[in-house]
C-alpha cells in the first residue's frame, strides 16, 4: 500500500493565485517524520521542511504555509501569491522510526505549473 | 548548510558499458548513504543504503550485481551500473546521512543509456 500519497498529478494556476498541495500519509508508528521537498526541471531536490510526529502546529515560511493534522493523517502545502519559480514538482515524503528514519517514502508528486 | 555534491550530473552511455556515479559529502562525514532512482514522471525509489566500511543492503527487486555500491569512506559513496542497458535510463540521486545536518540529497545524475 501507498504510505504517502499525493492525489493531485499536476497543478495549473495563474500568478498570484494561492494553491494548495496535498499530502496524505499512512504509518502505524507513533513517532515518524515528514517532510516536503521541491524538484526543479534541474532535478535536484531542495529541502522545504521536516516536521516530526508530535509537533503539530502549522508553519509559516514567508509565502509557504503547512498545515500538519494528525486528525486526517494529512500534511498540506500551501503557497500564497504563487509565482512563476514556484512551477515544479513537489514531493511529501514519510520517515519512520521503524525504519531507524532512514528510509524516505515519497508521493508520486505534484506537478505545479505557474502561468505568468 | 551541507553539502552533497553528485557528480556527473549527465551521462550518455553505449549499451553494455558501465558507468560510475560519485556521492560526496563536502563539508560533513556521511555514516549512511542512499541512493535513489526515478523514472520520467514517477517518484523517487530507494534502490539500497549503504553504510561506510560495509556491504549496501539493497531494496526488494534491486540486482545488486548490477547496481554495485561502495562506500569505501565516510565522504564518498559510489553507484556503479554495470552493463548498462536502455531500460536502466533514469535520474539516479543520492542522499547523506550525517550526524549533524541530517539528510541531505545530492542534485543527481541524469543518465541515458543508447
Known amino acids: 500500500a501507498q504510505k504517502v500519497t499525493q492525489a493531485q498529478t499536476e497543478i495549473s494556476v495563474v500568478e498570484k493565485e494561492d494553491v494548495t498541495l496535498d499530502c496524505v500519509y499512512e504509518?502505524?508508528?507513533?513517532?515518524?517524520?515528514l517532510f516536503w521537498y521541491k524538484q526543479p526541471p534541474s532535478g535536484e531536490l531542495v529541502f522545504l521542511i521536516r516536521?516530526?510526529?508530535?509537533?503539530?502546529q502549522n508553519e509559516i515560511s514567508g509565502r509557504y504555509s503547512w498545515n500538519f493534522q494528525k486528525s486526517t493523517s494529512s500534511f498540506n502545502f500551501t503557497i500564497t501569491a504563487s509565482q512563476v519559480v514556484d512551477s515544479a514538482v513537489y514531493f511529501c515524503a514519510l520517515s519512520e522510526i521503524a525504519d531507524n528514519f532512514n528510509k524516505f517514502y515519497f508521493g508520486s508528486g505534484t506537478k505545479l505549473n505557474v502561468k505568468p | 548548510g551541507a553539502v552533497v555534491s553528485q557528480h556527473p550530473s549527465r551521462v550518455i552511455c553505449k549499451s553494455g558499458t558501465s558507468v560510475k556515479i560519485e556521492c560526496r559529502s563536502l563539508d560533513f562525514q556521511a555514516t549512511t548513504m542512499f541512493w535513489y532512482r526515478q523514472f520520467p514522471k514517477q517518484s523517487l525509489m530507494l534502490m539500497a543504503t549503504s553504510n561506510e566500511g560495509s556491504k549496501a543492503t539493497y531494496e526488494q527487486g534491486v540486482e545488486k550485481d548490477k547496481f554495485l555500491i561502495n562506500h569505501a569512506s565516510l565522504t564518498l559513496s559510489t553507484l556503479t551500473v554495470t552493463s548498462a542497458h536502455p531500460e536502466d535510463s533514469s535520474f539516479y540521486i543520492c542522499?547523506?546521512?550525517?550526524?549533524?545536518?541530517?539528510?541531505?540529497f545530492g542534485s543527481g545524475t541524469r543518465l541515458t543509456v543508447v
Open positions: 542522499s547523506a546521512l550525517g550526524r549533524g545536518p541530517g539528510y541531505t
Open positions: 516536521r516530526n510526529s508530535f509537533d503539530e
Open positions: 504509518t502505524r508508528d507513533t513517532t515518524y517524520y
